[in-house]
């Protein structure tokens, strides 16, 4: 097929939706739930099967690594097909409404209702409702310390327009664009190498931004890589991520025989000890390849039955709801030791996970259909109506959301 045919064919590919994605979000916040069970219950420390457990917060590698892809995408698509680039401020309201109202509910329940974050200071509440409970040690209150995650993911929001403009230059050179957004990786290096010199505190710096900005950037990279190869201006390198996503099986056991290895003691230690620069690096690259080969059968190549599985309603409808499952499952986690007056470190790991999920599952829809989507609606409809403001026509369809 040559490149122009290429371009017609994959054209629609390349500015619709690929639903699928919406899944890996779903498991990514499962992962987590996984994980925060596994430690509420003690079973983490399991000498056996407790490090895969430990090792379930490689879910946050996989909100990263889709944030990057899904929110990079359309600067690059943009680019790729000589449409105007998304504009900074509708891209900051849209993730405005997608992010804080139903997170500024979470903190303002948490902060409330748990009696272990009681009194909760004005600090308390400045810090979580501004997500700068990241900046100083030991500030992440019960209930919200998954959170540590997005007040990160934020940073990336605000950075982004900034980052995907130098990325994609002023005309589209997908190897140029490719190589800059994968310079994530190099920014992660030199943040572990500033670590290695002491002038960072590895108890406090491994949650900013910058330790993660090669999960980021590789996200970043493989959007350039997915727009290029489905408007045909690819070069042949790229045809290789189309090969691999046809082998998705293959990939997803790579994938878990990658973290078999992170729950070794070589990605460092299990609990909330800290790791040597070393140990950390190596996590870092290990949930790097693990988020990589686990979107690229999703993203890239032909259709497979199990694009299409994670592309049915009730794997998208999870997808939907998995932000409010990632916020509000801690909280649930925290009320089932309460009511039961229940030791930390004990219970059942099967049993307090199903609750989390059941629990986490219902705040979660109570909250997308309360919550996220009448707002999400309803700030868009008075943003289109405001005097001044063009209604946009036919615009680039954002993939996704990362969260």
Known sequence: MSPAAASSASEPLASGRL??????????????????VGFHTGA???????????????????????????????????????RPRPGTGRYLWRRALRILPAYWL??????????????????????????TQIYERG???????????????VAFYLLLPLVAALAVGRTWRPVRTTLVAAGGVLLTAGWLAAMAAGWLDTGLHT??????GGWFGAGMALAAAHVALRTGTAPTVFRVLDDLAAAPIACWVAAVGLLAIATTPVAGPRDLAEPTVAEL?????????????????VAFGPPTRIRVA?????ARWLGAVSYGLF???????????????????????????????????????????????????????????????????????VVGTSR
């Open 207 to 212: 949650t900013w931004l910058p330790a993660y």
């Open 19 to 36: 639903p699928a994605l919406d899944a890996l979000r779903a498991v990514g916040a499962a992962a987590v739930v996984g994980h925060h």
């Open 281 to 297: 690096a190596v996590k870092l690259t290990l949930y790097l390849a693990i988020g990589v080969l686990i979107l690229v059968p």
């Open 44 to 82: 983490t420390a399991n000498e056996q099967w407790g490090g895969w457990l430990a090792r379930l917060d490689v879910g946050v590698a996989i909100f990263f690594v889709l944030s990057g892809f899904l929110l990079f995408r359309p600067w690059a698509l943009s680019a790729a097909t000589d």
């Open 106 to 131: 979470t903190v303002a329940v948490c902060l409330i209702v748990l009696p272990q974050n009681q009194p909760a200071s004005a600090g308390d509440w400045l810090r979580h409702l501004t997500f």
């Open 327 to 397: 916020l509000w499952h801690p909280l649930v986690l925290e009320l089932i030791y309460l009511v039961d007056d229940r030791p930390l470190f004990t219970g059942g790991l099967l049993s307090t996970f199903a609750l989390t999920m059941a629990g986490g599952l219902a705040y979660a829809a109570v909250s997308y259909y309360g919550i996220e989507q009448p707002i999400q609606l309803l700030g868009t409809q008075r943003r289109r109506r405001r005097p001044g403001t063009p209604v946009p026509g036919p615009s680039v369809p």
């Open 310 to 314: 994670l592309g049915t309603a009730p």
């Open 139 to 153: 500030q992440l209150r019960h209930g919200l310390s998954q959170t540590w995650s997005l007040a990160t993911e």
